[in-house]
């Protein structure tokens, strides 16, 4: 089955860039969606698509696919940004959903 | 504004069943496919199932094929997941989300734009 792996924590300072990556074979023939997950809530998509927005999500958040891995992007990362976020695909050979195993972003 | 909202978790034996359902408000039901994903306690997020916008077609990940069900009533808006043969690893807050298109698992839609709150499953004697 196909799979999606994350680094499990990353640090960022506040106003720095944060880069979270995720790798699954051949990622980047497939389109690569990212989600936010703050605790006790749900999670919230925050790009789709590789790299589009969708309404409401700030542009500080941006995303790229290419070859093995896919990159979620915050700029000028925000202490409201420290959360959990999870990339998902779609596996079209098993057609199942498949999500990476999730990175805790800390803004220390 | 769009809304998932689950309901029909709660405490189960180990071998039970539930059936979880979803109502759903304020778009076209049936013009979305519809997917269930779950969270263990303290764990990541596991794609369990999806169905197509017309009830067609059914997608379930390995762990849950065979155990569970899911179906929609695109007259009640409402999309349900029928859990059996119930383990510990199947603890879970289970949540309903709305693919970003019609069809689950072909086009370019693929994603989940609106997620429910979620409903607590425990599996325990």
């Known amino acids: 089955s196909y799979e999606l792996s994350q680094s499990p924590s990353v640090s960022v300072s506040p106003g720095q860039t944060a880069s979270i990556t995720c790798s699954g074979d051949?990622?980047?023939?497939?389109?690569a969606a990212w989600y936010q997950q703050k605790p006790g809530q749900s999670p919230v998509l925050v790009i789709y698509?590789?790299?589009k927005r969708p309404s409401g999500i700030p542009a500080r958040f941006s995303g790229s696919n290419s070859g093995n891995t896919a990159t979620l992007t915050i700029s000028g990362t925000q202490a409201l940004d420290e959360a959990d976020y999870y990339c998902?695909?779609?596996?079209?050979?098993?057609?199942?959903?498949?999500f990476g195993g999730g990175t805790k972003l800390t803004v220390l | 504004e769009v809304q998932l909202l689950e309901s029909g978790g709660g405490l189960v034996q180990p071998g039970g069943s539930l059936r979880l359902s979803c109502a759903a408000s304020?778009?076209?039901?049936?013009?979305?496919?519809m997917t269930w994903v779950r969270q263990a306690p303290g764990k990541g997020l596991e794609w369990v199932s999806a169905?197509?916008?017309?009830?067609?077609?059914?997608y379930y990940a390995d762990s849950v094929k065979g155990r569970f069900i899911i179906s929609r009533d695109n007259f009640k808006n409402t999309l349900y997941l029928q859990i059996s043969s119930l383990g510990a690893e199947d603890t879970a807050v289970y949540y309903c989300?709305?693919?970003?298109?019609?069809?689950?698992?072909?086009?370019?839609?693929?994603?989940?734009?609106?997620w429910g709150q979620g409903t607590l499953v425990t599996v325990s004697s």
């Open positions: 989300a709305r693919h970003a298109g019609k069809e689950a698992a072909t086009g370019t839609r693929r994603y989940f734009d609106y």
């Open positions: 304020a778009f076209t039901f049936s013009n979305y496919a």
């Open positions: 169905i197509n916008g017309d009830g067609g077609s059914t």
């Open positions: 051949k990622l980047g023939d497939k389109y």
């Open positions: 698509q590789d790299n």
């Open positions: 998902q695909a779609w596996d079209t050979s098993t057609a199942c959903g498949v």
